[in-house]
Structures are given as structure tokens and as C-alpha cells.
């Protein structure tokens, strides 16, 4: 018996909400590595506010990031192809 106050909902709700809550923890955790990516590459790269970025800031910035992306995507599939059996 539901308690009160408190929805009943069909399966297909709830597999449309589980779907849903799962696309919204997918979002937050990607803005967190945003985040987390930023932090890291500013306190890496940024040695003094200005401005405008100098030229060596910018190039430390946009590798810091594509190594980053790099790893990540290396990652992504290390975890999936261990998942899936087989050995990279």
C-alpha cells in the first residue's frame, strides 16, 4: 500500500523517471569534470591574471585539456573493452 501523499506510479513511469534521473546524474557528472578540468588546468597553467592569456598560457591551456580528453577517452574504452572481455 503506497503511503499517503505519495504517487503511484506505473512501471513505465518509473522506468521513464529512472531514465530520466540517470540523464540528469550523467549532466551533473560531466559538469563536475568540467569543473574539476578547469580548476586543474588554471592552477597548472595561469601563473598571473591579466587581461589576456600570454602565449605560454595559452599553449599549456589547450594541451592540459587535450590530454585530459585524451586520457579520459582512453579510459572510456579500456573500461569498456575489459566489460565487453576482451584485452587491449
Not at 499517503?4 to 521513464?16: A, I, L, T, Y
Not at 598571473?48 to 572510456?76: H, M, P, Q, W, Y
Request: a negative charge; charged letters at 25%.
Amino acid at each position: 500500500m503506497a503511503e499517503q501523499g505519495m504517487p503511484n506510479f506505473s512501471e513505465q513511469d518509473q522506468r521513464e523517471l529512472a531514465q530520466f534521473l540517470e540523464g540528469e546524474n550523467a549532466k551533473a557528472r560531466v559538469q563536475q569534470t568540467v569543473h574539476t578540468l578547469t580548476d586543474s588546468c588554471w592552477d597548472k597553467c595561469i601563473s598571473k591574471v591579466g587581461n589576456k592569456l600570454d602565449r605560454g598560457e595559452e599553449a599549456c591551456l589547450a594541451n592540459c585539456v587535450e590530454r585530459f580528453l585524451d586520457t579520459s577517452v582512453f579510459i572510456v574504452q579500456r573500461l569498456e573493452s575489459l566489460r565487453s572481455g576482451g584485452n587491449m
